[in-house]
């Protein structure tokens, strides 16, 4: 059993939380030709190394992860979700705790990934801090975030209000690259066995109205395109020269409010 320590920071899940069968199937449909996880290993490569996954859901992406990692810890802050990934983790290992609450080492860790989880700027600094304490040096954290811009379900987020809780693109942007970040666009798509799944995931991430609309508009279709940006950084990664920026205009990312619920229902974060 998993200890009921609750962190601060924890935003329970809109969609892996709320039904965990049916973010597998999200899951199984996010990436069908890998070209996600290939940018992630071109920014980061885990084989060989010791690779956390930071908010790991269900669990759904341990095992894989494991298989050419040296070593694979899943942190999860959803004590149930805790439970849920243990029992699939395979080779991997899966702790308690949160970005701003990591039970980990200092400098121990090779490769972060936060897939749809905490990153959602402003107001991740604590989350980051932590995460490069537990970097080596040469380590890199890894994000996959929705792309804003690009792709039919970009638009969907467009006309969604709880993507409106989850930052603007503007504003994600200007933060990561104030903090050094590498920003890379990935365009996928959602791909679906059935139209029933399709419809099933529409309306665990999309208010119904929305979802309804664009099924009603795109009555045979089984996939959608479907674009991710990825942000990474590490402790070796220099932000920019703040002193030549004008006063004026300093930190354009700088932190508001807190940071919108992890994992509320809009796209798979
Ligand atoms: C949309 S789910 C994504 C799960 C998983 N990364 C995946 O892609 O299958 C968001 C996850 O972030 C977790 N989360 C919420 N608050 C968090 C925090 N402060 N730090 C780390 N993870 C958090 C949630 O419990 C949930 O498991």
Redesign the pocket.
Known sequence: MTAAVS?P?????????VDPEL?DVE?RAIDPDGVVLDAMRNLAPWDGRVLV?????????LDGYAREAAEVIG????PT?VELARRRAGRARVVH?????LPLDDSSVDVV??????FFPPGCDA?LAEVLRVLRPDGRLVV?DNDHRNGQFATLLARSLPAAAQGNAETTDAWWSARGSERVEVMSEWRFGTRADLDAVLHLELPAEVADSWLAAHPTVTSMSYGYVLFSVGPGSRPPDRAAIPARRRDPAGDGPAPP???SPAG??
């Open positions: 962190f920071d924890f935003r329970p899940s809109g969609n892996a939380a973010y899951n996954d930071l908010g790991c859901g269900t669990g759904y992406w942190v999860e802050p959803d979700l705790g949160s970005a701003e609450h990934h936060a897939r749809f989880s905490y989350g996959v619920a992890p994992g798979p974060g």
